[in-house]
């Protein structure tokens, strides 16, 4: 981790995180979100083919730090890095529930990128809504 490539620090007493420093690093596929400077949650981040669109394909936190809210924490940074490069859309298919299928990216919960003010714009083909 370097300090270039770091977006964000929290600390608080309003942190999901109940113990610790959360980090947010920019990686070559996404960003990645340290605790205390231990890796513990990605979330894989590409620009589209489609203009001003940044797609969240997958994320992912660590045994250990799950059920502690570090997925708000990603998303959040997801719509910080958006913006920061001017891009309108986030482009994703979250879950209706924490019942990923077996070896299917898991891509967080529809609720979390509602509370960091990701809106639904309309329903893909065949699957979640994708959401902006």
Do not use: C
């Amino acid at each position: 981790m370097t300090e270039n490539n770091v977006l964000d620090t929290v600390r608080d007493a309003d942190s999901p995180i109940h113990a610790g420093q959360v980090t947010i690093v920019q990686q070559s596929d996404g960003l990645a979100a340290y605790v205390d400077g231990v890796p513990a949650g990605w979330v894989g981040t590409s620009e589209t083919g489609s203009v001003g669109v940044l797609a969240v394909t997958q994320m992912a936190v660590r045994p250990g730090y799950r059920g502690r809210g570090l997925t708000y924490h990603l998303a959040k940074a997801a719509v910080g890095y958006a913006r920061e490069r001017g891009l309108q859309l986030i482009e994703a298919s979250p879950a209706l529930s924490h019942d990923a299928a077996w070896g299917e990216p898991y891509i967080g919960a529809r609720q979390v990128f509602a509370d960091v003010g990701i809106r639904t714009a309309q329903r893909g083909p065949g699957g979640p809504p994708p959401v902006s």
